[in-house]
């Protein structure tokens, strides 16, 4: 199994960025995907996940109405739209398959003026 997370980078305040990971050795659309991130001297936190048949999504409430996470199962990829960025988003992003267990290296984002 492999997850490679692309898409970080340095964002002002407000901006955006879309996150994506692509995922290998296993049968993509059968997994519910998630993003994780940890934040300097805190510890990792879900951000969002979604289901493999029916893209079903569920957010941590602190980036309820900003984030979007989505799928597409033709290009084993899965996204995180990240609009209004704070400061306090600055962590590094995870792509997840809880089912197998399977972590991506993490991307840096970082939010700052």
């Known amino acids: 199994v492999q997850l490679v997370e692309s898409g970080g980078g340095l964002v002002q305040p407000g901006g955006s960025l879309r996150l994506s990971c692509i995922a290998s050795?296993?049968?993509?659309?059968?997994?519910?995907m998630s993003w994780y991130r940890q934040a300097p001297g805190k510890e990792r936190e879900f951000v969002a996940h979604?289901?493999?048949?029916?893209?079903?999504?569920n957010y941590a409430d602190s980036v309820k109405g900003r984030f979007t996470i989505s799928r597409d199962n033709t290009k084993n990829t899965v996204y995180l739209q990240m609009n209004s960025l704070k400061p306090e988003d600055t962590a590094v992003y995870y792509c997840?398959?809880?089912?197998?267990?399977?972590w991506g290296q993490g991307t840096q984002v970082t939010v700052s003026s």
């Open positions: 979604i289901t493999g048949v029916g893209g079903q999504t």
């Open positions: 997840v398959a809880p089912s197998r267990g399977s």
């Open positions: 050795g296993f049968t993509f659309s059968f997994y519910v």
